[in-house]
């Protein structure tokens, strides 16, 4: 899809943080967008925003430019409801192009995974996983039927990703298999037909400040913690842990990330991941820990606070 100009993006988790940002560059580049979201306010918000700032006149001087975004509520924990968006895309705009598997969740477990609620696997999971699955059975056939190709992008995150920081087991298991289902997805395409194509996008390389830090906004009532315990890590508890140990703090531009995603739907490029050393070297340890069958050193050089590496109380 070298041209997205004219094509319809759906987004779940738009209304903040990364999805946002992509529906901003996806309206840039003169697409139509549906957001998904499970927080209403937040979606409205979005939706008001976006309508107000209409597009870069630079690439699209249109004069519906306005009428080229939307908004439904959705939980994809729930097939109805992103079935429901599906219906909703196709009702609104036609068909769809481009879908951005990319709501998620941060667990907030913490202490040893054996002690952990089974609430927070079920939750993190349910939207991480099953957000992504609901996503692929969705829209992947309506793609498939409308002949004019298109693109799958899942986030997933170097943490499980490329490899685990111990201490957060359920998010990272959770992408890691985002991971995995992406590549799936990709050589299944390949298969079936010659203009649709998969992408897993790795958000960093460096940290980002996202509503993710403060998940349990939106966690059910019917998933809360039976024995609570947890005191949420925010992005500020974050930035301090690295410098009270002395380690630089890195963010990366949430605009950034929604470029990558563009020039990777348009170059087919199935690994959306931005070059780091930090990163390479994660991948490189534990490739060759697999293959030396030797005790995995997942970090190398670099060692994150023991808040974040370790499944310390």
């Known amino acids: 899809m070298e041209e997205l100009a004219g094509k319809v993006a759906v987004v779940t988790g738009g209304a903040s943080g990364i999805g946002y940002a992509m529906a901003e560059r996806f309206l840039a580049e003169g697409m139509s967008v549906m957001l998904a979201d499970v927080e209403e306010n937040a979606l409205n918000d979005a939706?008001?925003?976006?309508e107000d700032m209409g597009?870069?006149?630079?690439i699209d001087t249109r004069a519906d430019a306005v009428?080229?975004?939307?908004?439904v509520l959705c939980d994809v924990r729930k097939w109805e409801d992103v079935s429901a968006l599906r219906d909703a895309t196709l009702e609104r705009f036609g068909k769809v192009h481009v879908v951005c598997n990319n709501a998620g969740v941060g667990s907030g477990s913490k202490g040893w995974m054996w002690e952990y609620d089974l609430n927070d696997w079920t939750w993190?999971?349910?939207?991480?996983v099953m957000g992504v699955v609901y996503g692929i059975n969705a829209f992947v056939p309506e793609i498939l039927n409308h002949g004019e190709g298109g693109h799958i992008v899942n986030t997933s995150?170097?943490?499980g990703g490329l490899s685990p920081l111990p201490g957060t087991p359920i998010y990272a298991a959770s992408k890691g298999a985002v991971t995995l289902i992406t590549e799936c997805l990709q050589a299944q395409l390949t298969q079936a037909c010659?203009?649709?194509r998969a992408s897993v996008l790795y958000p960093g390389p460096n940290w980002l400040n996202t509503k993710i830090w403060s998940s349990h906004r939106n966690r059910p009532e019917e998933l809360a913690q039976t024995n609570p315990r947890t005191?949420?890590?925010?992005?500020?508890?974050?930035?301090k842990m690295f410098k009270d140990s002395g380690q630089p703090f890195e963010t990366t531009p949430l605009e950034e990330v929604a470029i990558r995603v563009t020039d990777g739907i348009k170059t087919q490029q199935f690994w959306m991941l931005a070059e780091s050393e930090k990163s390479d070297n994660m991948i490189k340890n534990r490739c060759q820990s697999m293959l030396a069958r030797s005790n995995p050193d997942y970090f190398g050089d670099w060692k994150p606070p023991a808040a974040i590496s370790n499944s310390s109380r």
Do not use: I, K
């Open 231 to 239: 005191q949420w890590t925010t992005f500020e508890d974050l930035e």
């Open 157 to 159: 995150s170097g943490n």
């Open 194 to 196: 010659d203009n649709v």
């Open 124 to 128: 993190a999971m349910g939207v991480n």
């Open 55 to 58: 597009v870069d006149t630079a």
């Open 47 to 50: 939706l008001v925003t976006l």
């Open 67 to 71: 009428s080229r975004v939307d908004g």
